[in-house]
């Protein structure tokens, strides 16, 4: 409850009532194993026991952190789980709170240096350092965003300025334009299309390439794709190829991309959202081949590299080009460091932008490139280990490859003719239990079993009770 | 460091570590009135400071603690120093930073209601709670965002797609269509700028609407505008009147407005971006007629309902225009519960949303709607107390009413000629010295200085101790 005068938490009450967050957090991190994965609340349950208007006088935070134990906890899905398998399962570390407790408490918004001037330094310093361990050439500088969605909306917009249609003034309606086309094989994330809708270009710019039964675009394909769009009068503008498609972690042949958008002076971004993190790994750094020649290619290091959410980085080989679409500079926020400094505002949509920087750095000192390389490392085994149970079973099969640490699979006992409604059973029964979360696609009409790992808890024995799961499911009787 | 093995840091050391995090920013709290608002440090000496490369072993938490004293502090900007005045000073509370510990470690992305029901239930709760605070019809939903930047960006996909152009599908490209229209005036936020930008429109759509001198839009000058426009077969999409303009924080009159709307059919998207908050006052609300009547607002806790940074309100009398510009549902994405509950991710770009309520619902609970209002009402005092001191003084002028917290103005002592080159000369002194931090802005051509009362720390006092600097600088010769 606040004082009676206009101020703050009195600083006493704030170190009793932070002393008491950081141990429930701690216990929470012990105990979250114990938590069903899904929240098991009904819809609308959570809302029905909150008041319908807000307290006319403060409360005590002590009543506050109760109803955190009461109300809220039963309503998270626990995205930390070990058994949270399902999309892409995500790897926050708790270091990384730490970085958000600063970030939150000296609130900088990082559009002029002045105004940040830790947040510009730091986000520069770490963007260099992960760029050094994903083995990007030196010239690729980065810029931290919120989320892949926004890098990627930003990418295709800087490729649509450089297409020199001065679209950035004169925009796209009350004048003949050819039609704008986007490449990217037809197992991309939704953020694309999304960009495409409110970029103005629409949903019919994206063209969607074959892919192979790898899952991988056909280069050939792509460039059969963009001599017909020529040939028909169309502007192409970009390729989008994805290392760890979202379906199945597919990798689609950069290098070869790369060739064709050389040929066509096409922007290449490398969409590697998910995937990226992985790059900081030797023996996996044969997947990023060809991303050194991208124009833009997006990471996220709230998926796989142990920073919690969010925290999306867009690495540009010219980053002059975001600044030459983006920046634009009000009276209010003229300095006279301009010249000298790098403000954030220049490069992108949101003026105001959070001191992400410090969450990164405290992950990447605290674990070291040994420790992180050693857990990506560990998921991927663990990925491969998994899926040499499906191989060796009668009841399972593999539906896609594993290049990182995504599974993708079904069951397939013998007797059972309507696979996708066992499967789908399957999943809907494990989720439903709270024992761990899995998600599902669709390849070649199939509806697929998907199964990511990388929460920074998960061991081989939850990869071991998951499978005993997934057997127990095959084996028993539809529930009603 | 991180143990030997693949998990996460040991929950005793999460606990001892986040004590001694808790205590520093209690600290923090308590001295930042003592250290210099702008960072003192050169453009470029924190990176200096710092490694090339990223550590290859982890290192000891503590060890990154002493880091953040030493490299990290100096680098700070004091966004929460009650001297802050500069652009819009923010009034992030203690109480919030809780909430985003939370969120850090609870890591949820808000895509669908079953990843993240304590986030989309909390957010409509809280959302409905501020709702009513601010005197808005029962119909209006809201959505959070990161920043007013982005929610406006969404509000304008919005009018765009109500144009029935089929835009989301067909794109601009490739088709000819009328030359959309925005309408803003000459003081807003450059975000609208940069919203036209990012969806196509260009900044030839936005046209800049002539101002009373007291910087309000003037609805004649709209409504020939609209006329001519409609005349030249350009299309009007949408008005943007704001409710605390960036420049002077002039309220443009948005029932007149209003009446053109409806009468042309066009979105009225209300930027209310800062002084929203203010709506909570009751004597203040006058301010806000006709906020019933549009279609979207956007308004920003982040500024001033003493949240962290980020978390912005878009509330819409129909959200679900906002579902139609944006909803695409991938395989991976589909659930059995698609009609029963709301989506994050179908309002917008972003498809991982982060628990952005929780801080919210922390701040409104602790304070109360009493204690909320008690201190955005503290900061009008001062505002207009400061204000008094400026008319009362022969060498200071008022260059803008004051109807919020913002209060426009400048140095004018008898005997000087050149006032632009004093005024400006005052700011950067007071400014370098780090006593406070002061942002200007140009009217009617004149070189204007802004002081913006904002910060949960500020008193009386610290506004007599600007005063004091102020009337030094003015009468001393200046510095080399």
């Known amino acids: 409850m606040a004082e009676n005068d206009f101020g703050d938490m009195p600083v006493e009450e704030f170190r009793r009532h932070g ?3 950081v141990d429930w957090l701690a216990d929470y991190f012990e105990k979250v194993e114990t938590l069903p994965v899904l929240s098991q609340i009904e819809p609308g349950s959570l809302r029905k ?10 409360e005590d935070f002590d009543a506050v952190l109760a109803d955190v ?31 958000e407790m600063f970030t939150a408490a ?12 830790a947040s510009a330094e730091l986000e520069d310093t770490v963007l260099d350092w992960l760029r050094q361990m994903m083995g990007l050439p030196a010239n690729f500088e980065g810029i931290i965003y919120d989320t892949a969605s926004v890098s990627t909306m930003h990418a295709i917009a800087a490729a649509r300025e450089r297409a020199n249609l001065n679209i950035r003034e004169q925009g796209m309606s009350g004048r003949s334009l050819p039609l704008l086309r986007i490449y990217c094989s037809e197992h991309v994330h939704s953020s694309i299309d999304k960009a495409c809708i409110t970029l103005g270009l629409g949903t019919r710019s994206l063209r969607k390439i074959e892919c192979n039964e790898g899952f991988e675009m056909i280069p050939e394909a792509l460039h059969e794709a963009i001599v017909e769009d020529l040939n028909a009068g169309h502007m192409p503008l970009c390729v989008i190829p994805t290392i760890g498609t979202t379906s199945t972690s597919s990798v689609d042949p950069v290098d070869a991309i ?18 990226g993190s992985a790059a900081i790994v030797p023996e996996l750094q044969h997947h990023f081949k060809g991303c050194e020649r991208a124009d833009s290619i997006v990471t996220n290091p709230h998926k796989w590299l142990f920073t919690p959410f969010d925290l999306s980085v867009l690495y540009c080989r010219d980053l002059s080009m975001m600044k030459q679409a983006f920046s634009l500079v009000a009276e209010y926020l003229k300095t006279s460091d301009e010249s000298t400094v790098k403000n954030g505002m220049d490069y992108g949509i949101q003026l105001g932008r959070r001191f992400r920087a410090l969450k990164l750095w405290f992950v990447i000192r605290y674990f070291g490139r040994e420790g992180l390389i050693a857990r990506i490392r560990e998921h991927c085994r663990l ?10 079973s009668p009841d399972f099969e593999m539906l896609a490859p594993v290049p990182f640490s995504l599974v993708c699979f079904r069951a397939r006992p013998t007797g059972v003719d309507d696979l996708d409604t066992l499967n789908e059973r399957i999943m809907n029964e494990i989720n ?18 998907r199964l990511s790992v990388g929460s920074i808890q998960v061991e081989e024995r939850h990869l071991r009770k998951l499978w005993n799961l997934l057997s127990a499911h095959t084996q028993a009787e539809p529930t009603a």
Chains 1, 2 share one sequence.
């Not at 000296?106 to 001037?117: H, I, N, V």
């Open 432 to 449: 439903a239990s709270g024992e761990a979360y899995l998600s599902h696609t669709k390849l070649h009409g199939k509806f697929t079993l």
């Open 69 to 99: 134990d009461k109300l809220i906890l039963p309503a998270v899905t626990h995205w930390i789980h070990p058994n949270f398998h399902g999309l892409f399962s995500t790897s926050a570390s708790s270091v990384g709170v730490f970085g």
């Open 19 to 21: 002393h008491a967050v």
């Open 258 to 275: 790369a060739d064709i958008c050389e040929k066509y002076n096409l922007w290449l971004h490398v969409d590697t959202a998910f995937a």
């Open 49 to 58: 026991s909150l008041p319908e208007s807000a307290p006319e006088k403060g």
């Open 383 to 392: 990925a491969r280990l998994f899926a040499s149970w499906v191989e060796a």
């Open 106 to 117: 000296f609130d900088m918004k990082g559009m002029l240096w002045r105004t940040a001037p």
